[in-house]
């Protein structure tokens, strides 16, 4: 008997901003519902939005909806510490216990604040005030588009760690050889706490131009050739992407990932294709 613990399958969904997104998100997210998550996280990536309303408005949802743990995004850059204070307390009367302390992209256009430089400084200030909630920070499988060097990137995942980190989530990658490169360099930093992987399918072409400019990720030649030869077929391009991402899931588990975290965009149609044929590998 194998006592190795099946991976966690864990989804991302986003604050809807138009009622047409809010009835699709809905019906998202029962279909996840189905899919038995061990938590689902809920970004706040648009400051134009009101975070108590959007970010805590949809964590409610989604506990009373799909019934299982929340993880909230909470953004270091443009947040301060009396923010940060009375978000927590919010939390607390919510009953959501998890969190993914992020510095969050950085918008040209406005200045970050002087209390969170960067995501430790954020995970520390809430180890210290708030003990109990369970903090995750990112982790960059190929490296944070903004660091010198990928030993300079990890030596700062190190210190989200010990700030109290008990989990990474990775940036989207799509190749896995970098995500196990990736693993061995933490484990080589005693970076031992759970490293989930962040899968985003790719199931448009604007996806894929994306994928590359805004979140420095690789697409690995043998992907590139397979979109290459349905670049102009839009259901075709989307099954290619499916594919690839059910082939990345199946070969992370294979090689003992700790979970998977499924970056949704909030459609329930990728959710469905991907968990049909995935679901036998994980927790329930
Ligand atoms: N993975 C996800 O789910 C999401 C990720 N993001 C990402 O958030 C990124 C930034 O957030 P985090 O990774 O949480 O930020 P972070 O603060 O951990 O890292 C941001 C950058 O600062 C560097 N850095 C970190 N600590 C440092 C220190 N003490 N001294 C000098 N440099 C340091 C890092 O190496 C990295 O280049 C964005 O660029 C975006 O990629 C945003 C939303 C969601
Ligand atoms: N740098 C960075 N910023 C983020 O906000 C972020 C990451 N990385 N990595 C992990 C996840 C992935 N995120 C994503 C991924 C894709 C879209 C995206 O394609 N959005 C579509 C709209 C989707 C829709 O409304 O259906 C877009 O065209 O913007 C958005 C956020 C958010 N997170």
Redesign the pocket.
Known sequence: MSSIQPPTLSF?VFPPQSPADRAALLTTLDQLRGCHPAFVSV?Y?NHQLDYEQATLGLAQTVQARVGCPVMV?LL?AYTSKTQVSRILADLESLGVTQI??????LDPGQTPGADFP???DLIRFIKARNPQFRLA??G?PAG????PTRE??LA?LQ??VAAGCDRV???VFYDNQQFDRFRADCAARDITVPILA?ILPILSRQQALRVETD?GARLPQPLRTRLDRVWDDPVAFRAVGLDYAVEQINDLVAHGVAGIHLFTLNQASTVAAIYARTAALFEK
Request: hydrophobic content about 25%; proline content about 3%; cysteine-free.
């Open positions: 991302e970004t990536t995004h270091a993914l302390g992020l510095r969050g992209d960067h995501a430790s920070g990112a960059y944070h588009p903004e660091s300079a990137d700062h210190e989200k989530m990775t940036q962040g979140f």
